[in-house]
């Protein structure tokens, strides 16, 4: 794949697209691919050095320490956009964080709120602030951020499974509200992705169950049809494709990106 040219796709150059967690893991693999196609960037983080190394890497016209779930912080990263780029075409609510593990009867309810908050709320939040610019604006796109865990339970991961079968729902809502608006709507479903993230929690069940990091490996990868994580290019490949004029007649749908996940 590295050496294939890669794609350009109608209608992505010149586009001003915010991100939410632009600065590491997908978020920052998604912006890369934009950036590569000539979009204008504007990204939040709560990881102030990541935020500056990305910015500088992606030239990114506003970059901005936001949490996505602070409102006030929310508020002034759209309002930057607003300035800095007087307008919006695109949203990537990708912003999330995996949750407390544990059971129901276990887990806090501050641990829960905080997933729900990040996971859900931080899209609404995004979502709320962006929508007047991409009226404006005559249109736009809006990518959400869900998860395999948004089709299939997951047990000792309620609030995350929760947040994200919410993703859905707001997705499928926003694609009826906004419809006429012109402004599509769709959610994006990873599966196990590869890099760091993953290999510390296989690494970690490993040591709790004394299995090698390979058998281990390989058991998170038995419910996955072509038996391989995917890579996060691969979800940044989808959300260019629904931002681009290719997308322009998909809206309120959910797309799995990995590799068939048969459960969870
Ligand atoms: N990694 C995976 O296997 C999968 C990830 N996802 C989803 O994809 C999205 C991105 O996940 P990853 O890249 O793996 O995450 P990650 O844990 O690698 O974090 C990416 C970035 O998010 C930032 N961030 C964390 N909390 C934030 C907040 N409250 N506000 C703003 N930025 C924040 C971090 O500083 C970091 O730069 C999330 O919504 C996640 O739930 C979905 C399925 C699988
Ligand atoms: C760390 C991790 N492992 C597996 C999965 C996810 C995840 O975040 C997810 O969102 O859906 C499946």
């Given at each position: 794949m590295n050496d294939t040219p890669r794609m350009i796709l109608p209608g992505l150059s010149g586009k001003r697209i915010a991100i939410s967690?632009?600065?590491?893991?997908i978020g920052l693999c998604i912006a890369r691919e934009l950036a590569r196609q000539g979009a204008r960037l504007a990204i939040c983080d709560v990881d102030p050095a990541a935020l500056e190394a990305a910015a500088a890497e992606l030239g990114a016209e506003v970059a901005m320490l936001a949490d996505v779930s602070a409102e006030a912080e929310v508020a002034a990263f759209f309002k930057a956009i607003e300035t800095g780029?007087?307008?919006?075409d695109a949203l990537v609510n990708n912003a999330g964080i995996a949750g407390p593990t544990g059971g129901v009867d276990t887990i806090s309810t501050a641990d829960w709120r905080r997933c729900i908050d990040i996971c859900l709320t931080g899209q609404f939040l995004c979502t709320h602030y962006a929508v007047p610019m991409l009226r404006a604006a005559g249109g736009g796109a809006i990518v959400n951020m869900s998860s395999s865990a948004g089709r299939f339970g997951y047990a000792f991961r309620t609030p995350y499974a929760s947040a994200k079968w919410g993703v859905v729902g707001f997705t499928q809502s926003l694609a009826k509200e906004l419809g006429p608006d012109n402004i599509r709507a769709n959610a994006i479903l990873p599966g196990i992705v590869a890099g760091p993230r993953i290999e510390k929690v296989i690494a970690a069940r490993a040591e709790q169950t004394g299995v090698s990091h390979e058998a281990m490996t390989e058991r998170y990868l038995s419910n996955v049809s072509l038996r391989r994580m995917t890579p996060p290019e691969d979800v940044a490949d989808m959300a260019a494709f629904l931002i681009a004029?290719?997308?322009?007649?998909?809206?309120?749908q959910s797309f799995p990106v990995d590799g068939n996940v048969e459960t969870l």
């Open positions: 967690a632009g600065a590491g893991g780029m007087s307008g919006l004029d290719t997308g322009r007649n998909l809206s309120g």
